[in-house]
């Protein structure tokens, strides 16, 4: 079982996580990181490696990051240039609820990644129009 850890920028990701276990359960192997305003990045660097290694059960790591070419995503894809993390971390960016319980529920090897961010993307609707008014 992979281990999961959300990353944002802010407390999106201990929100997230919070609301998550609203509809799941306390998880195992599951932490948050957060980016604050004026954070070093190294400090950061730092904390996302300690981060890793905590959640990781020896299957690697899922990392769900708010937000695609932004300063946590671009850290944790740097990471994927060394050995020791390149085979070890999926980075799933524009993370939302839907995106997360899917994997939460299913957490195996063979999961198909692109099928899963299809659930995330169809979790996204105007509302309005699906009701008809």
């Given at each position: 079982?992979?281990?999961?850890?959300?990353?944002?920028?802010?407390?999106?990701?201990?929100?997230?996580?919070?609301?998550?276990?609203?509809?799941?359960?306390?998880?195992?192997?599951?932490?948050?990181?957060?980016?604050?305003?004026?954070?070093?990045?190294s400090?950061?660097?730092?904390?996302?490696?300690?981060?890793?290694?905590?959640?990781?059960?020896?299957?690697?790591?899922?990392?769900?990051?708010?937000?695609?070419?932004?300063?946590?995503?671009?850290?944790?894809?740097?990471m994927?240039?060394?050995?020791?993390?390149?085979?070890?971390?999926?980075?799933?960016?524009?993370?939302?609820?839907?995106?997360?319980?899917?994997?939460?529920?299913?957490?195996?090897?063979?999961?198909?990644?692109?099928?899963?961010?299809?659930?995330?993307?169809?979790?996204?609707?105007?509302?309005?129009?699906?009701?008809?008014?």
């Amino acid at each position: 079982m992979k281990g999961i850890l959300i990353v944002s920028h802010g407390n999106l990701a201990e929100g997230m996580r919070d609301t998550l276990e609203l509809f799941a359960g306390k998880l195992e192997h599951l932490d948050t990181l957060t980016l604050s305003a004026g954070q070093d990045i190294s400090d950061f660097r730092d904390k996302l490696s300690d981060k890793i290694e905590l959640v990781d059960t020896g299957d690697g790591v899922v990392i769900f990051c708010d937000l695609a070419f932004g300063t946590p995503a671009n850290v944790i894809a740097k990471m994927l240039t060394d050995v020791k993390h390149k085979d070890r971390l999926q980075i799933i960016t524009g993370m939302n609820l839907p995106l997360i319980l899917e994997y939460s529920q299913f957490r195996s090897d063979n999961v198909d990644f692109n099928d899963m961010i299809s659930v995330g993307k169809d979790g996204i609707m105007n509302w309005n129009e699906t009701l008809n008014i």
